[in-house]
């Protein structure tokens, strides 16, 4: 997921999405929340005595104790853990408080029998092919209210409420129902990513329209060059362009009918058609590097680097989580979705949304100093901080303003500007992983490997969405907007 954004050795992590991050199945991964502590520090159910929490002040809005100890668990993915660990020092000054970090790619199976025994750490990056199965905790209320955190003041401006200063959609990302309970704390770009130097030097522009990107293959491959590689092994990396692309071209009044599991979301989206027959073509014309279906996430981007192939799809995490194999005067760019036919959404239009779901344990021993890390990381410092370690944004709004970025982030940067308010973000990959990543993935698979056809890909990805939408063992969300 991440995506997200983080992998590891047996498959990325969600954006992020993204989310940047991905289940293989193991877990389902729910959206992620946020913990907002109670006054009291928060705590204990039939777990023994609350925290004891310390008096709320300008200071303190979250009313974390002097001198209480804090665990925190984080994903240490494409992103490392650096950032959280700056972010633990600050919280470690503050309050006088031993911090215990565990820096782990094993969150679910590590944590899992934490949660069923009544101990859970206070704060989780929860990313990774293994995560936690947020939905589930969710339901079963092991996930922190945030609300308290987003009315609580920002470290920059204590006349600010946290809820000011972060992207709206971080919000509605992180609700299960009416209640925030995960704070995406990354805020990740996916598109086409490519060499700024490569184009240059053949003379080739980045293509505005699906049919100028299928002229520009031809080109491509008489060059010598395969135009595209992919993460064969975890295909549905492929997705975090090819339903973007879906939303875009049809409006996301339709894509929103397939997060719902509605009966004929696909085979009742003309947009769906359109898009999927792409990717048929570009198959048909062996326009994807020859053995990419063979290739981990590194491996094609390993590929890509060392200009085997001009395209990718990923997610803004590549920059750092590539960076042992990039050229330096590689240039990586980002570019937004292609036009197709009668889109509902315009020229540049970018699929971005929060990634790297945080949550606080409602019944670990210290919510509120949870939460309170929380706030620290949602400083201009520490969200600064992370853009200069992992090359990534967070969802602190403008807080990379007047910085020099590197060229991956930079050029994420200036698309998700020029995108303005014509951002697109999906729920279907977090909501139901086993269904996108396995199920739909190895679909994508056989059709990116020429061994399926659109008509076919459609149709079978509509039989696999409405038995899930019959599996009652599956927690169901409803998205509106």
């Known amino acids: 997921m991440g995506s997200t954004s983080a992998h590891n050795h047996e498959g990325p992590g969600r954006r992020d999405l993204i989310k940047r991050s991905a289940a293989l199945g193991l877990i389902s991964v729910p959206t992620m929340s946020f913990l907002s502590a109670c006054a009291t520090g928060g705590g204990g159910g039939d777990q023994g005595p609350k925290a004891a929490g310390g008096a709320k002040t300008a200071k303190n809005p979250l009313g974390v104790k002097n001198g209480a100890p804090l665990e925190a668990f984080i994903f240490k993915g494409g992103l490392g853990d650096q950032y959280a660990k700056d972010a633990e020092a600050d919280y470690k000054a503050t309050y006088g408080a031993e911090v215990k970090h565990t820096g782990t790619q094993q969150v679910g199976p590590k944590l899992t029998p934490r949660f069923a025994g009544g101990n859970p750490p206070d704060v989780i990056d929860n990313s990774g092919a293994d995560h936690l199965d947020m939905n589930k905790l969710s339901t079963q209320g092991q996930l922190q209210d945030l609300g308290q955190l987003l009315d609580a003041a920002s470290m920059d401006d204590p006349a600010k409420k946290i809820r000011d200063t972060i992207h709206p959609s971080t919000i509605e990302k992180g609700k299960h129902g009416d209640k925030f309970d995960v704070l995406y704390y990354a805020f990740t770009i996916y598109g086409t990513w490519y060499s700024q130097k490569l184009l240059e030097s053949k003379g080739w522009a980045y293509p505005k329209t699906l049919d100028e990107m299928v002229t520009l293959c031809g080109e491509i491959k008489k060059a010598g060059i395969a135009p595209w590689t992919y993460a064969g092994k975890f295909p549905y990396y492929v997705h975090f362009n090819l339903f973007a692309q879906i939303a875009k071209i049809g409006g996301m009044e339709k894509w929103i009918a397939i997060d719902n599991l509605e009966p004929n979301a696909w085979t009742g989206n003309d947009a769906v058609k359109e898009v999927v027959e792409h990717y048929e ?14 290739l981990t996430h590194i491996q094609s981007q390993t590929a890509w680097n060392k200009g085997k192939a001009v395209f990718i799809p990923n997610g803004s995490w590549v920059e750092n989580e590539a960076a042992p194999t990039t050229p330096a005067d590689f240039g990586m760019a980002v570019g937004a979705l292609f036009d197709g036919t009668g889109d509902k959404m315009p020229h540049g239009t970018l699929r971005a949304e929060p990634s790297e779901p945080y949550l606080v344990s409602a019944k670990g021993k210290n919510p509120a100093g949870g939460m309170e890390l929380l706030r620290i990381m949602l400083s201009k410092k520490h969200a600064q901080n992370f853009a200069t370690k992992v090359k990534s944004l967070t969802c602190v709004m403008d807080a990379t303003e007047g910085m020099t970025l590197s060229p991956g982030l930079a050029s994420a940067s200036k698309v998700f500007k020029e995108a ?21 993935g190895g679909l994508t698979g056989q059709l990116l490997a020429g061994e399926l056809k659109a008509a076919d890909w459609i149709k079978r990805t509509q039989e696999e969405c409405d038995k899930v939408a019959k599996d009652s063992s599956v927690a169901k969300f409803k998205r509106t907007a």
């Open 281 to 294: 073509e570009l198959a048909a014309k062996k326009y994807f590097l020859e053995g990419s279906q063979g």
């Open 420 to 440: 303005g308010t014509n951002l697109i973000s999906l729920q279907l990959q977090e909501w139901y992983p086993a269904l996108t990543d396995e199920k739909i």
